[in-house]
């Protein structure tokens, strides 16, 4: 159905119920939203917009990213959106309509949107998450002309753990080859841009086991701690409730990167979303979210 149907009430009342709790419970709470999620987006509008699925960025089996775009596409800015999962787990196809929900929503507004999955923990260590990144931006500019895009306004878009690689690529210069990270921007919406494994956090053993249980190295690794004057544009976008601690390290983003750059990054708090809902909604009728990064792409500097 070609539709953008709204969030109903009832959804927004079982958000209201279960975001003041949501640390109790943050892997049941997840389900839940996927849960109630789900239906609803497979009622929004996907017409016009073409997936080509399960392209290989290298030689991993997870190592593949789907593409989606408006029929004739030309010169379009390009997205790579990048999951989350805590590191351990995590699919770019979490329900059979998250996380396409974010492709779907970028191709309909004329932007070639670029699914990527990675490597996960235990299997792999950091900084190879950051490293899949690197490889699916040099992919994408190198297919940009025949997928129609602009190689010169390509960007990141990372969830939770995809905004901890997504930003640890853009920022970290160890990460990035010659020339630079060849982004336009970088998207950080509810990411665990610090490495921690502090009592407060519920995945602390999820970071240990990509990140490793030393301590001192913890701040090394941590995106945040590699914002320099000459960053990339970054957007921020937090909800109101988040898994703990991710809005305080996302609000140490944005002190960093206005404190390195002289000037705020753009940055939005979601009110009464949830660390889930905050990317499940998008392709909605609820547009403020989508709004936001369709702007920062077209205008970041």
Same mark, same amino acid.
């Given at each position: ?5 709204p ?9 209201? $119920? ?10 049941g709470?997840?389900? +839940? ?5 789900t239906?609803?987006l #497979?009622? =929004?509008?996907k017409?016009?917009?073409?997936? %080509? ?8 089996p997870? $190592?593949?990213?789907?593409?989606? $775009? ?8 390009m997205?790579?959106?990048?999951? &989350? ?14 996380y &396409?929900?974010?492709?779907y ?6 932007v070639?949107?670029i ?13 190879a ?6 490889l699916a931006?040099?992919w994408?500019? $190198? ?8 190689a ?28 630079g ?6 998207i950080?919406?509810? &990411?665990?841009?610090? #490495? ?5 956090n ?28 000459? *960053?990339?544009p %970054? ?9 703990p +601690?991710?809005?305080?390290? =996302? #609000?140490?983003?944005?002190?960093r ?19 889930t *809902? ?9 547009? %403020? +979210?989508?709004?936001?990064? +369709? ?7």
């Amino acid at each position: 159905m070609s539709t953008a149907p709204p969030i109903p009430e009832e959804l927004w009342t079982l958000m209201g $119920q279960v975001g003041p709790e949501w640390g109790s419970d943050v892997p049941g709470h997840v389900r +839940l939203m996927i849960e109630a999620f789900t239906p609803l987006l #497979a009622r =929004c509008t996907k017409d016009g917009v073409k997936l %080509t699925r399960g392209i290989a960025y290298g030689a991993h089996p997870r $190592q593949i990213l789907d593409v989606y $775009q408006a029929s004739g596409s030309s010169g379009a800015p390009m997205v790579l959106f990048v999951h &989350g999962g805590a590191f351990v787990d995590g699919d770019k196809d979490r329900s059979p309509e998250i996380y &396409g929900n974010v492709l779907y929503y970028l191709a309909r507004h004329g932007v070639i949107g670029i699914n990527v999955e990675y490597r996960l923990a235990p299997e792999v260590r950091y900084p190879a998450g950051s490293e899949d990144i690197g490889l699916a931006v040099r992919w994408a500019a $190198q297919n940009a002309a025949s997928l129609g895009g602009d190689a010169a306004r390509l960007f990141a878009f990372g969830h939770s753990t995809g905004a901890a690689h997504a930003a640890s690529y853009a920022y970290d210069v160890r990460r990035h080859p010659p020339g630079g990270p060849g982004l336009a921007g970088l998207i950080v919406v509810s &990411g665990r841009v610090r #490495a921690d494994n502090l009592p407060e956090n519920p995945n602390a053993r999820k970071v240990e086991a990509y990140y490793g249980t030393d301590v001192s190295v913890l701040n090394d690794v941590s995106p945040v701690s590699h914002v320099r004057a000459d *960053s990339v544009p %970054t957007m921020i976008a937090v909800a109101e409730f988040e898994n703990p +601690l991710i809005d305080v390290h =996302c #609000a140490e983003l944005f002190y960093r990167l206005a404190a390195a750059r002289r000037r705020a990054p753009r940055f939005l708090r979601l009110a009464r979303h949830n660390h889930t *809902s905050i990317i499940a909604h998008l392709n909605t009728a609820e547009e %403020t +979210l989508g709004r936001e990064i +369709l702007e920062f792409v077209e205008t970041a500097r």
